[in-house]
T-cell receptor, first 115, second 113 residues
Framework: EAGVAQSPRYKIIEKRQSVAFWCNPI?????LYWYQQILGQGPKLLIQ????????DSQLPKDRFSAERLKGVDSTLKIQPAKLEDSAVYLC?????????????FGSGTRLTVV | EDQVTQSPEALRLQEGESSSLNCSYT??????LFWYRQDPGKGPEFLFT?????EEKEKERLKATLTKKESFLHITAPKPEDSATYLC????WGGGGADGLTFGKGTHLIIQP
């Protein structure tokens, strides 16, 4: 089965600019997550979708970050305006259902550098 | 607030030299404890889920164990291809269907030939 697809792989922007990341989960996976991984840290959950509804966005900095999942499939994560501390890898993950025996499948991520 | 602490931060072993990685956690109600492997430039790759104290799971040279406060990832006779960052994460019983993972910082493991 195809994995979780993310694009772009790399992005360099100046602070105060905007940027968007795209994720295509594994076919049939209802649950989709966005994580932020700062260098040397473990991933941190930003938002969880169940189909096209938001389940948990308690750790999403809503003044600058937004995310949507149209039609319950693909998802986009946007940052506007970006700050230097947003430099990180943004990982998308998906699962059939929550708390699965097989864990979650992660994409390879988008590495964002804000200069 | 769920918390995960992993130790050591980095570990260098000779090929064939067995060792263990530690994951200490605090969670209001443990739904699952996860181990992932992460290679440079890639997303985490799922290894194990443990659900209750006393549970053990094995996969090739890896064995994960769980107590009420910590988990261990035992690596037996490792090979250079086992070099990676190993991440531990917990999942609690969040309200409203929330089930995201709380990760530790990981242990960077290097196996020298």
């Amino acid at each position: 089965e195809a994995g979780v697809a993310q694009s772009p792989r790399y992005k360099i922007i100046e602070k105060r600019q905007s940027v968007a990341f795209w994720c295509n989960p594994i076919s049939g996976h209802a649950t989709l997550y966005w994580y932020q991984q700062i260098l040397g840290q473990g991933p941190k959950l930003l938002i969880q979708f169940q189909n096209n509804g938001v389940v948990d966005d308690s750790q999403l900095p809503k003044d600058r970050f937004s995310a949507e999942r149209l039609k319950g499939v693909d998802s986009t994560l946007k940052i506007q305006p970006a700050k230097l501390e947003d430099s990180a890898v943004y990982l998308c993950a998906s699962s059939l259902a929550s708390g699965t025996e097989n864990g979650y499948t992660f994409g390879s991520g988008t590495r964002l550098t804000v200069v | 607030e769920d918390q995960v602490t992993q130790s050591p931060e980095a570990l260098r072993l000779q090929e064939g030299e067995s060792s263990s990685l530690n994951c200490s956690y605090t969670v209001s109600g443990l739904r699952g404890l996860f181990w992932y492997r992460q290679d440079p430039g890639k997303g985490p790759e799922f290894l194990f889920t443990l659900y209750s104290a006393g549970e053990e799971k094995e996969k090739e040279r890896l064995k994960a164990t769980l107590t009420k406060k910590e988990s261990f990832l035992h690596i037996t006779a490792p090979k250079p291809e086992d070099s990676a960052t190993y991440l531990c994460a917990v999942q609690g019983w969040g309200g409203g269907g929330a089930d995201g993972l709380t990760f530790g910082k990981g242990t960077h493991l290097i196996i020298q030939p």
